[in-house]
C-alpha cells in the first residue's frame, strides 16, 4: 500500500499502527485494536493466507545454514520466526512487532516448544530497528505497509540482510483487474498494487530477484478469512458483557461482506524469496 495506513486483510494485523483503520474499515469508537487484532488470529497465528506445509517449503527453499540469524519484521504472533527456528537448529531469531498482545502470545508459544532461549522479542516499531545488515534470512510477510509498501520495504528490510543472504517478503497483487467492489472493500486505487509480474519487476529494480515464490491459492484465502472473521465473531459472542464485544461483531461482519463482496478472487497473494542480483 502506498498509505501507510490503510490495512488489507492479509495483513498481520491493524496492531501495526495504532490509529489506523481497519482493513479499510474506519473505526470512530475507542476500542482495544491491538486486542482485537489478537483475538482474530487466535486460529490462524500465521496471520497471512498461507497453509503450514507452505511456510515450511518457504522456509526449506531459503536454505539457510543450521546456525542462520533469523530477523521477522512485523512478526505477530511469532509463528513465521518460530518455525524457522525448527529448520534452523543452531540459529537465533530476533521478533519486531508493537503488540504487546501479539508478543506475548509469541513468547508462551516459544516457550511450550522449548525455543525461549533462541527467540528474542522486541516491542517496537519495525522502521526503528536498527539494522546490522549481518541476519541471514529476513521475514515480511504481509506487513510491508510498515515500510509504506513494497518498494520501501525492500530498501529498508533489506538493509538487514548480509550479501548472502534472503529476503522473503509476502505481498499482495492483482490477481485479476481490479472490480469497483474490490477497491471499495480495500479502499484502494487500482495503481495501489500491481499484477504478479510487476511485482517482481519491481523486486529486480530494487536489486533483488526471486529464486522461489508461493502464490497464496482460493483454499488459502478462504482459511485465512474465515478464521479472521470466525474468530472475532466466537469471541464477542462468548464474552456480550465486555465494551468491545458489539465493535468486534461489527468489525467482523463488515469485514465479511468486503471480503465476499469484494475482493475475494480479485486480491492475490505472493510470498517471494529473494537474494541480491
Not at 491493524?14 to 479499510?24: K, L, Q, R, Y
Not at 504487546?100 to 522479542?121: H, M, P
Not at 461489527?250 to 478472487?265: I, K, M, P, S
Amino acid at each position: 500500500m502506498v498509505r501507510p495506513e490503510k490495512k488489507v486483510p492479509y495483513r498481520r494485523g491493524w496492531h501495526d499502527n495504532p490509529g489506523a483503520s481497519v482493513d479499510g474499515l474506519v473505526l470512530t469508537l475507542p476500542v482495544d485494536r491491538q486486542r482485537l487484532s489478537s483475538i482474530a488470529h487466535t486460529r490462524h497465528p500465521i496471520a497471512a493466507p498461507i497453509f503450514g506445509v507452505n511456510v515450511n517449503r518457504l522456509l526449506r527453499r531459503a536454505g539457510r545454514q543450521p546456525t542462520a540469524r533469523v530477523l521477522d519484521l512485523g512478526c505477530g504472533e511469532g509463528a513465521w520466526a518460530l518455525q524457522a527456528l525448527a529448520h534452523y537448529p543452531d540459529g537465533h531469531a530476533d521478533g519486531v512487532d508493537i503488540s504487546s498482545y501479539a508478543l506475548e502470545r509469541a513468547a508462551g508459544a516459544a516457550a511450550a516448544r522449548g525455543l525461549a532461549d533462541r527467540l528474542t522479542l522486541h516491542e517496537r516499531d519495525a522502521r526503528t530497528y536498527v539494522p546490522d545488515g549481518d541476519y541471514d534470512l529476513v521475514l515480511c510477510v504481509g506487513s510491508t505497509h510498515v515500510f509504506g509498501g513494497f518498494g520501501p520495504t525492500l530498501e529498508l528490510a533489506g538493509r538487514h540482510v548480509n550479501r548472502d543472504g534472503i529476503l522473503m517478503v509476502g505481498e499482495g497483487f492483482w490477481q485479476v483487474p481490479p472490480t469497483p467492489e474490490a477497491l471499495a472493500a480495500l479502499d484502494a486505487k487500482p495503481e495501489e498494487f500491481t499484477d504478479l509480474a510487476g511485482l517482481v519487476d519491481a523486486a529486480e529494480r530494487a536489486g533483488w530477484t526471486p529464486v522461489y515464490a508461493h502464490v497464496s491459492d482460493a483454499a488459502e484465502w478462504d482459511d485465512y478469512e474465515w478464521s479472521w472473521v470466525g474468530s472475532l465473531t466466537e469471541w464477542a459472542l462468548d464474552n456480550p458483557g465486555h465494551p468491545d464485544a458489539a465493535e468486534a461483531l461489527t468489525v467482523a461482519r463488515e469485514h465479511r461482506d468486503q471480503w465476499l463482496r469484494g475482493y475475494r478472487n480479485v486480491l492475490g497473494f505472493v510470498t517471494l524469496v529473494l537474494r541480491r542480483i
